[in-house]
T-cell receptor, first 117, second 115 residues
Framework: DTGVSQDPRHKITKRGQNVTFRCDPI?????LYWYRQTLGQGPEFLTYFQNEAQLEKSRLLSDRFSAERPKGSFSTLEIQRTEQGDSAMYLC???????????????FGPGTRLTVL | AQKITQTQPGMFVQEKEAVTLDCTYD???????LFWYKQPSSGEMIFLIYQGSYDEQNATEGRYSLNFQKARKSANLVISASQLGDSAMYFCAMREYSGTYKYIFGTGTRLKVLA
C-alpha cells in the first residue's frame, strides 16, 4: 500500500509529557500538511511543508508544537508539555504540487488519536 | 467569518435515493479549489470530488456530483442512488492561495442512509 501512513495510531499520555508523531506521505508527493481534528469539527490546519521547507504555520500551533520534515520525505510533529486540550486526532495529508499535481487534492493518513490524561 | 459553511449538521436519506449536502464558501480570490471529503467512522478522510473555480462544468465522479454555483458561492455535493456505505461525515473544503496553499474545512455534515 502506498498511501499516507501515520504512527502511532493511538497515543495516551499524561499531562506534561512530550509526544512525537510520525507521518510518511505518498512517496512522490512534495507537499505535506498537518491538521488537528476535535470531535464534531472539521480538520484545522496546523502546518504545511513543501519538500523540507516549512512554509506555513497556523496561529493554533503554540510554541509547544514543532514539526519537521528533514529530508523532504517523512515528517514528525512533536508536542511538548502536553495539556488536556491537546487531546484530538492529528491528521497528516500529502499532495503533489505544481503542474503534475493537477487538482492538488490531498490524501490523508489514518490519523493519530492523542489522549492526554 | 466562516470561510466554509455547512449548515446541515445531520441528514437522513433513504437507500437508493439522492441527497444534496450543502456548502457555501467565502473568498475574494479568483482562483481557488473546492473539495469534498468523506470521513467514515474509521476516521480516515477520503477524497471524493474536486471543482476548480475556473471549471465551467460541474464535476462528476461516479455517483458524486458537485453543483457549483459560483455567483452564489455554493458547492453542494449530490450523491445519487445512496448506499448504506455512504453513511459517514462529509466535509467541504476550499483551497486558497496566498503565497502558500491553505486548505480550510467546514464543520461537516453527518449523513445517515436508512435501509
Amino acid at each position: 500500500d502506498t498511501g499516507v501512513s501515520q504512527d502511532p495510531r493511538h497515543k495516551i499520555t499524561k499531562r506534561g509529557q512530550n509526544v512525537t508523531f510520525r507521518c510518511d506521505p505518498i512517496s512522490e508527493h512534495n507537499r505535506l500538511y498537518w491538521y488537528r481534528q476535535t470531535l464534531g469539527q472539521g480538520p484545522e490546519f496546523l502546518t504545511y511543508f513543501q519538500n523540507e521547507a516549512q512554509l506555513e504555520k497556523s496561529r493554533l500551533l503554540s510554541d509547544r508544537f514543532s514539526a519537521e520534515r528533514p529530508k523532504g520525505s517523512f515528517s514528525t510533529l512533536e508536542i511538548q508539555r502536553t495539556e488536556q486540550g491537546d487531546s484530538a486526532m492529528y491528521l497528516c495529508a500529502s499532495s503533489l504540487g505544481g503542474l503534475r499535481g493537477h487538482n492538488n487534492e490531498q490524501f490523508f493518513g489514518p490519523g493519530t488519536r492523542l489522549t492526554v490524561l | 467569518a466562516q470561510k466554509i459553511t455547512q449548515t446541515q449538521p445531520g441528514m437522513f436519506v433513504q437507500e437508493k435515493e439522492a441527497v444534496t449536502l450543502d456548502c457555501t464558501y467565502d473568498t475574494s480570490d479568483q482562483s481557488y479549489g473546492l473539495f469534498w471529503y468523506k470521513q467514515p467512522s474509521s476516521g480516515e478522510m477520503i477524497f471524493l470530488i474536486y471543482q476548480g473555480s475556473y471549471d465551467e462544468q460541474n464535476a462528476t465522479e461516479g455517483r458524486y456530483s458537485l453543483n457549483f454555483q459560483k455567483a452564489r458561492k455554493s458547492a453542494n455535493l449530490v450523491i445519487s442512488a445512496s448506499q448504506l456505505g455512504d453513511s459517514a461525515m462529509y466535509f467541504c473544503a476550499m483551497r486558497e492561495y496566498s503565497g502558500t496553499y491553505k486548505y480550510i474545512f467546514g464543520t461537516g455534515t453527518r449523513l445517515k442512509v436508512l435501509a
